[in-house]
């Protein structure tokens, strides 16, 4: 059994910066791809990045890119998800998920992944 664990969420000012972490227990964390994803209230969830289970490869949702990073380290089965220069429409609870290998034309469906944590809160204040 895969358990995903989220950390790092709060209350900020916009314009700061806030780094996610994303912990994982089971078996063995190299071979997901990892992908972070958001939801607003009252929204469908969004896709906000994913990075392979190497780390050479790495993909961002529209409007996402330049601002957020995403990063693993594989020696502590950890994803990260650096957010700057925070928007109040950056306000969500943000999810990471992780998806086994041969999905990366799917990467920004939810439904191709396979274990979620239970979600980090991030709010904005403008």
């Known amino acids: 059994q895969v358990q995903l664990v989220e950390s790092g969420g709060g209350l900020v000012q916009a314009g700061v910066s806030l780094r996610l972490s994303c912990a994982v227990s089971?078996?063995?964390?190299?071979?997901?791809?990892m992908g972070w994803f958001r939801q607003a209230l009252g929204k469908e969830r969004e896709f906000v990045a994913c990075?392979?289970?190497?780390?050479?490869?790495?993909t961002y949702g529209t409007s996402l890119r330049g601002r957020f990073t995403v990063s693993r380290d594989n020696a502590k089965s950890t994803v990260y998800l650096q957010m700057n220069s925070l928007k109040f429409e950056d306000t969500a609870v943000y999810y990471c998920?992780?998806?086994?290998?041969?999905?990366?034309?799917?990467?920004?469906?939810?439904?191709?992944?396979?274990?979620w944590g239970q979600g980090t809160q991030v709010t904005v204040s403008s």
């Open positions: 990075i392979s289970g190497g780390g050479s490869a790495k």
């Open positions: 089971g078996r063995s964390f190299s071979t997901y791809s």
């Open positions: 998920a992780a998806m086994e290998a041969g999905r990366w034309d799917r990467v920004q469906n939810e439904d191709a992944y396979d274990y």
